[in-house]
């Protein structure tokens, strides 16, 4: 997918996420898009790793700097107090005009994400986006239980109990994914 393609998709995720509610900060839409990548099986080709605070990508980040270099993307202080959100800038409308195939090909997810995690602040979706990734990549008995303790034992501020919920959460999470209809060609 080129680069301009991937911006489509970023600004269409934080269109959506801020529509429904989310606060648009880095942390959010570094979440985010964990999720769409791991639910939907790699669509942009960010790479994640986990991080001092969940999964988080290098790539990711590089490309909104290079989004907000672009004017793409700003940074506007929506809420007194808190760290400024992501949001469309001056040139969003152009990456749009672009590239509304792609836009509307990616919507089913863009909606899945925003529908069911937009609403969440940042401590939820560190738990919510651990748990995918210990769900998915790390090496457990498949337990609530065992992954529960893997979370803990990787990010110690979470308590086996906060685990549990998110692992239960992101399971059914999951499962509602897999109705989504999406290829990458």
Same mark, same amino acid.
């Given at each position: 997918?080129?680069?301009?393609?991937?911006d489509a998709?970023?600004l269409s995720?934080?269109?959506?996420?801020?529509?429904?509610?989310?606060?648009?900060?880095e942390?959010?839409?570094q +979440?985010?898009?964990?999720?769409? #990548?791991e639910l939907f099986?790699?669509?942009?080709?960010?790479? &994640?790793?986990?991080y001092k605070?969940?999964p988080?990508s290098? *790539?990711?980040? *590089?490309?909104l700097?290079?989004?907000?270099? *672009?004017?793409?993307?700003e940074?506007? /202080?929506?809420?007194? &107090?808190?760290?400024?959100?992501l949001?469309?800038a001056e040139?969003?409308?152009l990456?749009k005009n672009?590239y509304p +195939?792609?836009i509307?090909?990616?919507?089913?997810?863009?909606?899945?994400?925003? #529908?069911? &995690?937009?609403?969440?602040? %940042?401590p939820?979706?560190e738990k919510?986006?651990?748990?995918?990734? %210990?769900?998915?990549k790390?090496?457990? *008995?498949g337990s %609530? #239980?065992?992954r529960s303790?893997?979370i803990h034992k990787?990010?110690p501020h %979470? /308590?086996?109990?906060?685990?549990?919920?998110a692992?239960k959460?992101?399971d059914?999470?999951?499962e509602?994914? +897999?109705?989504?209809? &999406?290829s990458? /060609?």
């Amino acid at each position: 997918m080129k680069r301009l393609q991937v911006d489509a998709v970023l600004l269409s995720l934080i269109e959506h996420m801020e529509i429904k509610g989310s606060r648009c900060g880095e942390v959010h839409i570094q +979440k985010a898009c964990y999720l769409l #990548e791991e639910l939907f099986g790699d669509p942009l080709g960010l790479e &994640f790793i986990l991080y001092k605070h969940g999964p988080y990508s290098f *790539d990711l980040n *590089d490309e909104l700097t290079a989004m907000r270099a *672009d004017n793409i993307i700003e940074l506007r /202080t929506k809420f007194q &107090f808190y760290a400024p959100s992501l949001l469309p800038a001056e040139n969003s409308q152009l990456i749009k005009n672009m590239y509304p +195939k792609t836009i509307k090909k990616f919507e089913p997810l863009v909606k899945f994400i925003s #529908e069911n &995690f937009a609403s969440y602040g %940042v401590p939820t979706l560190e738990k919510i986006s651990t748990a995918l990734y %210990v769900t998915r990549k790390e090496d457990t *008995d498949g337990s %609530v #239980e065992d992954r529960s303790r893997r979370i803990h034992k990787l990010e110690p501020h %979470v /308590t086996v109990e906060e685990a549990c919920e998110a692992i239960k959460n992101i399971d059914l999470i999951i499962e509602e994914a +897999k109705g989504i209809s &999406f290829s990458t /060609t």
